[in-house]
């Protein structure tokens, strides 16, 4: 059976089937939970109408597809998952193929509502990809790369792999900071705010020396990371990794973990430290605290940055899908 949910309060009601189904699903990710994308609507939604199905078997959540239609006036109506732009990761989660299926059938059934679906950063085994959109044509390309290490048993294991100038100078930059008075450390509870609150500090510092904003300045963007934070910290999956320098957080990286999975969402550091090479030394930490977790793989997400390599980084790739209908095609194949 398939359920249309239309409104925010309806789409937070089923929270707590929805974080059930998220247990029961292959692939899923911090991106696709309750707490991130209730979020993203409440502070980050700019304009549409919720569109989200969801499959019940026997009464049973089996699959749910959180979406939105947008588009202006004289525009092709879009459809694409909530949480677009700030989530690495997207899809539908399901409990089975059939159920995924399910989902995607309404989809395509109900194409006089919607012109486009675009639909990117969908991960290899999301069972959307496995999925058809039948009778409609379905386009994929490459979304974007995701750097991720497989982590072995131990740390010794890992840094045994590690380029062997590169383990010198991570071994350098530890001695250097800790002679220096610098504490590496990992927060607690408590001590969520004031780690958010220096990383909004420290990433907006760092992205200010380069002329840039960072994607964390604006207010309803800081909103919406508290908020997520604050739901991650409630499921166990937050991890937030520091260096305290002279009394002050001067370095800081946000990992999400869950289902054995680390993934290295954000993070920023003093420039004043730059000589210490902090960057690598917080992602080393991270390391072997998810090590140390039995963490299966730590993931750098999107972007195929230089740095991430140096760990034994192998590419995964994300896939862009584009559904379109027989209407949109003509119009839509110049854009």
């Not at 690598?280 to 750098?300: C, H």
Request: charged share 25%; proline share 4%.
């Amino acid at each position: 059976m398939i359920q249309e949910l239309a409104t925010y309060e309806a789409l937070a009601e089923l929270s707590p089937e929805w974080s059930e189904l998220w247990d029961r699903s292959a692939g899923a990710t911090p991106f696709q939970s309750p707490e991130w994308l209730l979020a993203w609507w409440r502070h980050l939604f700019c304009g549409g109408q919720m569109w989200t199905i969801a499959a019940r078997e026997g009464g049973r959540l089996t699959a749910l597809a959180p979406l939105f239609v947008y588009g202006q006036a004289g525009e092709p109506r879009r459809v694409a998952f909530i949480g677009a732009g700030v989530s690495d990761y997207s899809g539908i989660l399901a409990e089975s193929a059939r159920a995924a299926q399910e989902v995607c059938s309404h989809i395509a059934a109900s194409s006089t509502r919607w012109d486009i679906c675009d639909f990117p950063e969908i991960r290899a085994d999301s069972p959307l990809l496995s999925a058809s959109f039948a009778p409609l044509e379905t386009q994929r390309c490459v979304s974007s790369v995701c750097p991720v290490v497989r982590l072995p048993a131990t740390m010794a294991e890992f840094e045994a792999r590690l380029p062997p100038k590169f383990r010198h100078n991570l071994r350098n930059s530890r001695n250097r900071l800790r002679d220096a008075g610098a504490v590496l450390e990992t927060a607690l509870k408590g001590q969520d705010e004031e780690y958010v609150e220096a990383l909004f500090r420290l990433h907006a510092a760092r992205w200010r020396s380069k002329g840039e904003d960072g994607v964390l300045c604006s207010p309803a963007t800081q909103s919406f990371f508290r908020e997520a934070c604050r739901g991650f910290r409630r499921r166990g999956w937050l991890r937030f990794h520091g260096l305290r320098f002279q009394g002050k957080l001067c370095a800081i990286v946000c990992i999400f973990c869950s289902l054995r999975r680390s993934v290295y969402y954000i993070g920023g550091f003093a420039d004043e430290l730059l000589r210490y090479s902090p960057g690598s030394a917080m992602i080393e930490f991270a390391i072997e605290r998810a090590i140390a977790e039995q963490v299966r793989e730590f993931d750098f997400l999107r972007l195929d940055e230089k740095y991430k390599y140096r760990w034994g980084a192998t590419d995964r790739i994300n896939t862009r899908v584009v559904i379109r209908t027989s209407e949109s095609e003509s119009s839509a194949a110049g854009r």
